[in-house]
Nanobody, 123 residues
């Protein structure tokens, strides 16, 4: 089982990036999916989650209205569209899969984790 996150990079404040999380060895339509991030010197925190059908989404207050989580089960991939990026969004972003499909902000619900992709937002 592998989750491969990609799409990170360096962007100026106000810019946009789209992260992708492609799965191998598991069928994502059976899982709720989440994105988390870890900034330098800080603990990992919840960013967004989506249920198995894509009909329910959940965001951290800090990204609500700027980030959008979506999924394409035909491609076995989950996305995080990030707009109006701020320097405080700088972090390593991780995707995760939740077999219980709880759409949770809590890490312990998630069974599988990707390796992370670095997003750097310059001011």
């Amino acid at each position: 089982v592998q989750l491969q996150a990609c799409g990170g990079g360096l962007v100026q404040a106000g810019g946009s990036l789209r992260l992708s999380c492609a799965a191998s060895g598991l069928t994502l339509r059976n899982y709720a999916m989440g994105w988390f991030r870890q900034a330098p010197g800080k603990e990992r925190e919840f960013v967004a989650a989506i249920n198995w059908s894509g009909g329910v989404t959940y965001y951290a207050d800090s990204v609500k209205g700027r980030f959008t989580i979506s999924r394409d089960d035909a491609k076995n991939t989950v996305y995080l569209q990030m707009n109006s990026l701020k320097p405080e969004d700088t972090a390593v972003y991780y995707c995760a899969a939740d077999a219980a499909a709880t759409v949770s902000r809590f890490e312990y619900y998630y069974n599988y984790w990707g390796q992370g992709t670095l997003v750097t937002v310059s001011s």
